[in-house]
Each structure stands twice: as C-alpha cells, then as structure tokens.
Nanobody, 122 residues
Framework: QVQLVESGGGLVQAGGSLRLSCTAS????????MAWFRQVPGKEREFVAG???????DYADSVKGRFTISRDNAENTVYLQMNSLKYEDTAVYYC????????????????WGQGTQVTVSS
C-alpha cells in the first residue's frame, strides 16, 4: 500500500508559478513511478508528467517547457514545478503512483492522492 498526500495548490495569476508536492508513505518510494494528472469537471483525468525511479521524465505536450517534475527519494516526495501558468491549466491536480514504467493513462495507476486545486486567473 502507498498513501499519497498532495499540497501546494492555490490561486495564481496567469504567467505565475506554483509548486505542488506529493509525499508518499507505506512502501519503498524510490522503486515506484510517480506521476501527476489533472482533471476539470466533465472531462477525463489527463496525464501531466511522470518520473521513473531512476529519474527519467515524461511530459504531456501541453506542459512541456513550462512544468518540471522531480523527486527526492530521501524525502519520499515528488514535486511539480509549474511556471508560465495559463488559464487552461486550471484543474484539480492529482498525484499518482504505480510500479513499472510511466504510463499516460490514469487507469494504469494504483495509488492516488486526494487532489489539490490549482486555479489560474486570466
């Protein structure tokens, strides 16, 4: 079992920055894949970024060059640094975990955090 707790969401103006954090407990953190997804009402949860245990990263095209995912295995924490935020980045952001490789489909992930709201004002 893995428990995930997100923090760092909030309200920011377009062009601004936020950093999300997700702390994991319950299993060896360094061996699992971590990812961030986001969801707006009425739409499917979409992949934002993922990071393997060795540090390799993957990003959705919509956030490449603006968002950076990283992990601190000593702190069991994964981060999502979000820069140059746009109105369309507004969503509830979820941290997710799985074993194996990074996948972009939410159904592939076993463990989920409770979500944190990010609102970007235009």
């Amino acid at each position: 079992q893995v428990q995930l707790v997100e923090s760092g969401g909030g309200l920011v103006q377009a062009g601004g920055s936020l950093r999300l954090s997700c702390t994991a407990s319950g299993r060896t953190f360094s061996s699992i894949v971590m990812a961030w997804f986001r969801q707006v009402p009425g739409k499917e949860r979409e992949f934002v970024a993922g990071i393997r245990s060795g540090g390799r990263t993957d990003y959705a095209d919509s956030v490449k060059g603006r968002f950076t995912i990283s992990r601190d295995n000593a702190e069991n924490t994964v981060y999502l640094q979000m820069n140059s935020l746009k109105y369309e980045d507004t969503a509830v952001y979820y941290c997710a975990a799985k074993s194996g490789l990074v996948r972009t489909t939410h159904a592939a992930y076993t463990y989920w955090g409770q979500g944190t709201q990010v609102t970007v004002s235009s």
